[in-house]
């Protein structure tokens, strides 16, 4: 072998050309970069093998990574799993390998070697990295000069080097950074000429001890590109204290606004369809920015759907800016015909024309009078007057007046919108116009909006700049048990005779109003009629001509009646619903000419919805969870079934979670097909059989794993009958130790309405949960009873029983404790927006035992402060004790950890009046707690500055209150711009 010292002074006399540099000296720099403070002889870690993506690993990396290693360490294997580490001395070293019954389930897919001879380890890591390469005899550079390359895409220095008697004769090249020098990646052969070895990317970096070392390091075969696995280094618990500056801005990097189109790509994909059904245009991002592409269904070849480079160029001269082919700000693109769209661009329209790529503006249709309605057949014009509902016939201009009664509370032809905001006390509400005319423009039916004795919620406006006293604002909301509320006062009107239909329909508050669907046949029109309290709904079919009424369906809950669903499928004769009446939510049909109801699917799952309905061959297209025995109860699956019920065919075979659209023929549906750990695949499939026709995409994670993140961990646990599972997630920081003990946080939101498991790979990180476990927390979601998409018995645990919804939270989080070592049970936080905010609130007071540290954002801490729907649907209705009983404010004497409350001062759906009451009972029981209010945000917290503001003030309350840390403040947010 060469001497290292020759070597150095053949590199003096051949000094690089211009622009070249040294190998030595590249060797040197690296060193330099990875190791400034030349912290490396005293660092100590823990190499961990991890299957990060086990859909694509080989199993065969194991012994491949172990057998390259076996002249410097010996392993032996012992068992199927299990592994034992040695010097080649044959002196042995303590192992932690699967098998072990010390470790965790969750370790059973890693392979983890430890040593209690720090230089065995420090030797190890610098033989497969590369790095500090003078701690070991470097080998024989083979070339003094550093070459240019080409590694992964990205432009580099190589060098190679031989190395002999250590290695076995391995032939190495390491790629360093053109910039920094940092060691990108290397290969390495056993003989060049049969490109035998492998070669490793090195992803991601961050500094322990000083040391800049990558996070992750993947592997790949030279020979045919063959994924083989991935590794990390760990470093050990007691030798380095993390620095928090430094894990905050990692946090930042993992927030969804920085990874979406940067880091991850095309996780969902949206298709548009042709209304002709002749193909589908939809998009696609790269590291390149955003492109559109088409896809024909004669011959299911794909292209992109127009040239982008002529389409930015002329726009670009026709909007007077440079606009790029990656990022054409295209908006409402529409398909016309097969070779004609239009899209909007600075809010003017313009046309395309393909294939010639002719573009022309063109004039907005003019927007249809918002106050009037024309009917169907041209013939007629309904408004307003003076609060009343005139009719003019367009033919002879002739105006008749329908109503008399009208007034400025009680208006024909309006309605109350939600978020319709009144300035001062006697403010008027915006102006609101309905009538919905029947097919054949006959009838059309209204309503009176009756605001006579509605009461308002309240709010006061700091944010305009240039007033210097708040400005009053108010809305209308009723609360659980109030009368005083907006009304509902249904007409309908015969057009001809210009008369009222002689319909009694009972008065209804906003909260349960009348909902009208005009029949096919003429003369009749169907009236859902939900019951306030939401223990009844019913469906009539009312023939206008005569007045007579069918009762289509009766639904009755002893509980609640929650998402009722109904299609209209008269060309069939048919009307399906949705029912829990067996215990289980699933589809039943109307008969409409023999006037019978029969169940169309049935079983132990959940139905969702009805995707596409086809009446030539009488099949409906729906989703369902749950249905096959051993399935995830939360991973949506699409099935067929005949009108008439019968055999239920499955047409996803992959146990992974559906997100189907059909094809406006129903003959194709998109698939977006993930878990939370099986990134999204987008497919074409035929209705028929549920074949793959097209791989549209598969979803790009590569820049995610880059940063050294891995998919939450998933668990189940028993839910507080002992009996039903649970189901939930775990998020981990990217450094995560299983040595280590890490507080554990609780993101809850336990609405009824809702569940939260991450059953997509979406909602796996659009979560934001990554960043905060960032910190050094993990952070878990959990469905615990109660929730919604399991059975009615499973749902019902929650009504009239909102203050236990935390129960199966607590559990899991003993149950986790219990299991894993590292989650640190003794210090735990919890957080929630609106419901979820309640939850956090709650669990301070309901749950002191459990929960240390609590942020509670735009909470509703007293159901009788709310919008009435929503708790009179899960409390039940009429207004009891309960409610007082669930509240936080009369339950603030219980408060005895760190609690957090923040609200938005114009929050006009959950009015920040409960946070303030409790605020004031918190003082009154003499409790320590902090406040944040947010003068100009509404329950969103919608601009970018309050968003960033708001996310510091909550990691920081954690990171002072969980980990006992001084959190930084002064940090910069410039990635967190959306994309």
């Known amino acids: 072998m060469k001497s290292f010292t020759i070597l150095l002074l053949i590199s003096t006399f051949l000094m690089p050309a211009f622009g070249q540099i040294s190998s030595e000296e590249l060797i040197n720099n690296s060193i330099s970069y990875h190791d400034p403070t030349g912290q490396w002889p005293t660092f100590k870690g823990t190499l961990r093998f991890d299957q990060i993506n086990p859909t694509r690993v080989d199993q065969s990396m194991r012994k491949i990574v172990f057998d390259r290693a076996l002249d410097y360490f010996r392993f032996e294997q012992k068992g199927k799993d299990l592994y034992q580490l040695r010097e080649l001395n044959n002196g042995v070293c303590r192992h932690a390998i699967n098998g072990n019954d010390a470790l965790s389930e969750e370790e059973i897919k890693q392979y983890r070697m430890t040593c209690d001879r720090t230089t065995m380890y420090r030797d190890y890591y610098s033989y497969l990295y590369g790095l500090p390469m003078k701690l070991k005899d470097p080998g024989t550079l083979i070339d003094p000069i550093a070459n240019e390359y080409v590694f992964q895409g990205k432009p580099c220095y190589s060098v190679r080097v031989l190395y002999e008697e250590e290695v076995g004769k391995d032939i190495w090249d390491f790629f360093f950074d053109k910039d920094t020098y940092a060691l990108i990646g290397y290969r390495f052969y056993h003989d060049v000429s049969k490109n035998d070895g492998e070669y490793i990317t090195l992803h991601g970096e961050e500094t322990i001890g000083g040391i800049r070392m990558p996070k992750n390091r993947f592997w790949y075969m030279n020979a045919d590109n063959r994924y083989l696995g991935a590794d990390l280094l760990l470093p050990e618990p007691a030798t380095i204290e993390r620095d928090i500056a430094e894990d905050y801005n990692a946090a930042i990097q993992l927030q969804w606004n920085k990874i979406i189109n940067d880091e991850v790509y095309n996780v969902s994909v949206t298709p548009q369809w042709f209304p002709d059904s002749s193909g589908v245009w939809y998009n696609l991002y790269n590291t390149h920015g955003k492109w559109y592409y088409r896809l024909n269904f004669t011959d299911l070849e794909s292209e992109e759907l127009f040239d982008h480079q002529v389409v930015a160029d002329k726009l670009s001269e026709m909007v007077k800016d440079t606009i790029e082919p990656y990022a054409l700000p295209l908006r409402n693109l529409t398909y016309v015909a097969s070779d004609t769209f239009t899209f909007e661009v600075n809010v003017r329209l313009y046309q395309l024309v393909l294939p010639s790529h002719d573009i022309v503006e063109i004039e907005k249709p003019e927007s249809p009078d918002p106050y009037s309605s024309i009917s169907p057949d041209g013939k007629w014009t309904a408004w307003v007057k003076d609060y009343n509902l005139y009719l003019k016939d367009n033919e002879t201009d002739q105006e008749t007046q329908l109503s008399k009664d009208g007034s400025e509370h009680f208006q024909y032809a309006s309605y109350y919108g939600w978020f319709d905001l009144m300035e001062g006390e006697g403010g008027e509400r915006p102006n609101r116009f309905y009538v919905d005319w029947s097919p054949d423009s006959k009838y059309l039916v209204t309503s009176i909006c009756d605001t006579r004795n509605a009461e308002k919620m309240y709010m006061l406006d700091w944010s305009v700049d240039t007033l210097y006293k708040p400005r009053l604002l108010s809305y209308f909301r009723g609360s659980p048990g109030d009368t005083t509320m907006v009304h509902y006062v249904p007409y309908i009107y015969n057009v001809k005779d210009q008369s009222q239909v002689n319909e009694d329909f009972p008065k209804a508050t906003h909260i349960n109003s ?466």
Request: charged share 25%; glycine share 8%.
């Open 514 to 979: 009348i909902g009208f669907t005009w029949s096919e046949d003429e003369d009749f029109i169907y009236a859902r009629i939900p019951e306030r309290g939401y223990q009844k709904e019913e469906l009539f079919r009312i023939n206008l001509e005569d007045g007579s009424r069918n009762r289509i369906i009766e639904e009755t809950s002893s509980t609640n009646i929650d998402d009722l669903r109904i299609w209209y499928k008269e060309s069939a004769g048919k009307i399906f619903y949705t029912s829990q009446k067996s215990g289980w939510r699933q589809l039943y049909a109307y008969d409409l000419k023999k006037e019978e109801r029969h169940a169309v699917t049935d079983g132990k799952y959940f139905f969702h919805n009805i995707m596409h309905m086809d009446d030539e061959s009488r099949m409906i297209y729906f989703t369902a969870a749950g249905k096959e025995d051993g399935h995830h109860p939360y991973q949506r699956q699409l099935y067929v079934v005949g009108y008439d019920g019968g055999d239920v065919k499955r047409l996803t075979s992959e146990d992974v979670n559906h997100d189907v659209r059909f094809s406006p023929d129903g003959k194709y549906f998109w698939d977006n097909a993930s878990t939370v750990s099986y990134p999204t695949r987008t497919w074409l499939r035929t209705s028929s059989d549920g074949l793959v026709l097209k791989t549209i995409s598969q979803a790009s994670v590569d820049g995610l794993y880059d940063k050294g993140w891995r998919p939450p961990m998933t668990f189940s646990g028993a839910s507080r009958d002992g009996v039903t599972t649970m189901y939930g997630a775990l998020w981990k920081p990217t450094y995560f130790d299983p040595s280590k003990k890490y507080p554990i946080i609780d993101h809850t939101y336990t609405g009824p309405h809702t569940q939260m498991y991450p059953s997509q790979f979406r909602t796996s990180i659009a979560r934001n949960n990554q960043a905060l476990a960032e910190l050094g927390f993990i952070v878990m979601m959990v469905d615990g009873m109660g929730t919604y998409g399991r059975s009615k018995a499973f749902h019902n645990v929650s009504y009239r029983n909102m203050g236990m919804n935390l129960l199966d939270h607590t559990l899991a989080i003993q149950q986790l404790g219990e299991q894993y070592e590292w989650i640190d049970t003794s210090r735990v936080g919890i957080f929630g927006h609106s419901a979820g905010g309640y939850d956090a609130g709650h669990a301070m007071l309901q749950f002191p035992e459990t929960y240390d540290v609590a942020v509670s954002s735009s909470a509703d801490h007293d159901f009788r402060m709310e919008k009435a729907w929503w708790p009179e649907m899960y409390m039940g209705w009429p207004v009891d004790s309960l409610y007082d009983q669930v509240s936080n404010i009369t339950m603030a004497g219980n408060l005895k950890g760190k609690l957090l409350l923040v609200h938005g001062a114009l929050d006009d759906n959950v009015n920040a009046s409960a946070t303030f009451k409790l605020a004031e009972a918190l003082v009154d029981a003499d409790k320590e707690f902090d406040l944040l209010i947010l003068p100009s945000q509404r329950h969103g917290y919608s601009d970018q500055q309050h968003r960033r503001y708001f996310t510091k003030k909550r990691w920081n309350y954690f990171i002072e209150h969980l980990l006992g840390k001084e959190p930084p403040w002064d940090v910069k947010w410039d990635n967190m711009n959306s994309k």
